[in-house]
């Protein structure tokens, strides 16, 4: 069972790269979720780092339930992300990837490649990610082992 609730909490940022797919999603989302912006604000080149940091920070400490993460190639905002030992980030670029990221990783932040993922594809691909749950079982275990000791 899902669980994610009607105004669940979720987090979002990009970097000037991500700006314009960072607005359309928030607009294709707002409706069904208590949403965050933690920027970039225009599409004036920015510091992804300065964005995710402080969104990271919100998922590892409970905040915000789920994160989304936009810039160019995705990378850039996953590798910062994953720096935080509570956050388990997921460079998708397929659908299937984002189900599978939540099903079997736990994945509690969504990175999007702007540049190479058309707009369409990016809400199919958030949509699943927002309502795909754990599996646990036999992932649980796997997922108790990412992080550090």
């Known amino acids: 069972m899902n669980s994610l609730t009607p105004k669940t909490k979720i987090a979002f940022a990009c970097d000037h790269a991500g700006f314009e797919l960072k607005q359309k999603l928030m607009s294709v989302f707002s409706d069904r979720y208590d949403i965050k912006d933690f920027g970039c604000y225009t599409d004036n080149s920015v510091d992804y780092p300065d964005f995710v940091h402080p969104l990271a920070m919100s998922v590892a400490n409970g905040q915000y339930e789920l994160g989304i993460l936009i810039c160019g190639s995705g990378n850039g905002v996953c590798i910062t992300a994953n720096k935080h030992q509570q956050v388990r980030a997921a460079l998708c670029w397929e659908k299937e990837i984002g189900v599978l990221a939540r099903q079997h990783n736990d994945a509690n932040v969504l990175c999007l490649p702007s540049r190479f ?33």
């Open 117 to 149: 993922i058309s707009e369409a594809l990016a809400i199919d691909i958030t949509e699943a990610f927002l309502t795909t749950p754990f599996e646990g079982g036999r992932h649980k275990n796997r997922v108790k082992k990412i992080a550090l000791m």
